[in-house]
């Protein structure tokens, strides 16, 4: 069974418009990442928040986490044609559980 | 090496043939996952390793797939008698340490087609 589900699964914008992703989880976690895809290949690295923080940033990326609600957000902000792609946030099910769990990604394009 | 490795990037094999996929980890990394991905669908959690601990096979969909890892650094999938299902990106990741607080890298897969 899956652990993270995004949420939309598509989202097209234009560029300089921000994008926000959800990621909704079944059981508590330890911490919870989130990952691009370009072109159905290897998976980049983006940001980790553990589950006792809230928010995280890094450049134009903020990651929020509401652990009562078991919800994660990321946000690109000002969005280029280079940030098309998909975006999947990985999770454990806490406890000695150390396998990332992915869901189904969000797809972004970011029309130029 | 620079970053987990993945060999080959693409393999067509015949229905029931047997197939071989490779991973060559990043030096040190202790964990190392197989997941498979089918066209625009998530990753699904095929095995882990974790040092010398025996592996986590619990996603492992059939005993037709099998995987070990060598020294504890490169691992090998085995698909027995594939099937046209088995068609898939199969990928690889490696972490230092299994534990979620640190980063999985990622190679770029192997596409499996199976006709």
């Known amino acids: 069974s899956q652990q993270g589900e995004e949420d939309p699964q598509a989202l097209s914008i234009q560029e300089g418009e921000n994008a926000t992703m959800n990621c909704s989880y079944k059981?508590?976690?330890?911490?919870l990442q989130w990952y691009r895809q370009n072109s159905g290949r290897g998976l980049v690295h983006l940001i980790l928040?553990?589950?006792?923080?809230r928010e995280k940033h890094s450049g134009r990326l903020r990651v929020t986490l509401d652990t009562s609600k078991k919800s994660s957000s990321l946000l690109i902000t000002a969005s280029r044609a280079a940030d098309t792609a998909s975006y999947f946030c990985a999770t454990d099910e806490g406890g000695g559980s150390y396998i990332p769990t992915f869901g189904r990604g969000t797809s972004l394009i970011v029309h130029p | 090496g620079a970053g987990v490795s993945q060999s080959p990037s693409n393999k067509v094999t015949e229905k029931g043939k047997d197939v071989e996929l490779r991973c060559d980890p990043i030096s040190g990394h202790t964990a190392l996952y197989w997941y498979r991905q089918s066209l625009g669908q998530g990753l699904e959690f095929l095995i882990y390793?974790?040092?010398?601990?025996?592996?986590?096979k619990s996603g492992l969909p059939s005993d037709r797939f099998s995987a070990e890892r060598t020294g504890g650094s490169v691992s090998t999938l085995t698909i027995q008698r594939t099937q046209q299902e088995d068609s898939a990106v199969y990928l690889c990741?490696?972490?230092?340490?299994?534990?979620?607080?640190?980063?999985?890298?990622f190679g770029q897969g192997t596409r499996l087609t199976v006709v």
């Open positions: 059981t508590s976690i330890n911490n």
């Open positions: 928040i553990r589950s006792n923080e």
């Open positions: 390793f974790q040092g010398n601990s025996a592996p986590d």
């Open positions: 990741a490696s972490s230092l340490i299994g534990q979620l607080n640190t980063e999985a890298f």
